[in-house]
């Protein structure tokens, strides 16, 4: 049972299709395969976060996003971002988050702090 650093496109192929092997069988935890699949998964993590990483999205569409999600209309981000035509001017990309706006963003709808700050596209 032997483990390597998945370093390579090959190496990670490979680990691919043992975690999927090990998926199959459905080990308990603490098992042996169990333990396998555990480090296994973990290492083709790594692999892909520095290989295929995963760009925050733009603010707006975030919030566009999350808006779609829960049912929410621009009245209600009115609280979090002011009158309506503030509201309208931030969703039309016409004025910028302050960070008042997106500390109350992030606590009314839960959208991650970074991915608020982050320059719109």
């Known amino acids: 049972?032997?483990?390597?650093?998945v370093?390579?496109?090959a190496d990670y192929k490979a680990a691919l299709k043992e975690i999927?092997?090990?998926?199959?069988?459905?080990p308990d935890i603490g098992t042996p395969?169990?333990?396998?699949?555990?480090?296994l998964s973990t290492l083709v993590q790594a692999y892909e976060a520095k290989n295929f990483p995963i760009d925050p999205p733009d603010p707006i569409e975030a919030i566009k996003f999350r808006m779609e999600q829960a049912g929410?209309?621009?009245?209600d981000?009115?609280?979090m971002i002011g009158k309506r035509n503030r509201v309208y001017e931030?969703?039309?990309?016409?004025r910028a988050l302050t960070l008042p706006m997106i500390w109350r963003l992030h606590k009314g709808l839960g959208i991650p702090a970074e991915n608020?700050?982050?320059?719109?596209a």
């Open 90 to 94: 931030i969703l039309n990309r016409k």
């Open 20 to 26: 999927s092997r090990l998926v199959e069988h459905d």
């Open 1 to 5: 049972m032997e483990i390597r650093p």
């Open 7 to 9: 370093r390579t496109e």
């Open 33 to 39: 395969d169990g333990d396998r699949l555990d480090v």
């Open 77 to 79: 981000l009115e609280p």
């Open 72 to 75: 929410l209309s621009p009245k």
């Open 116 to 120: 608020l700050i982050k320059p719109p």
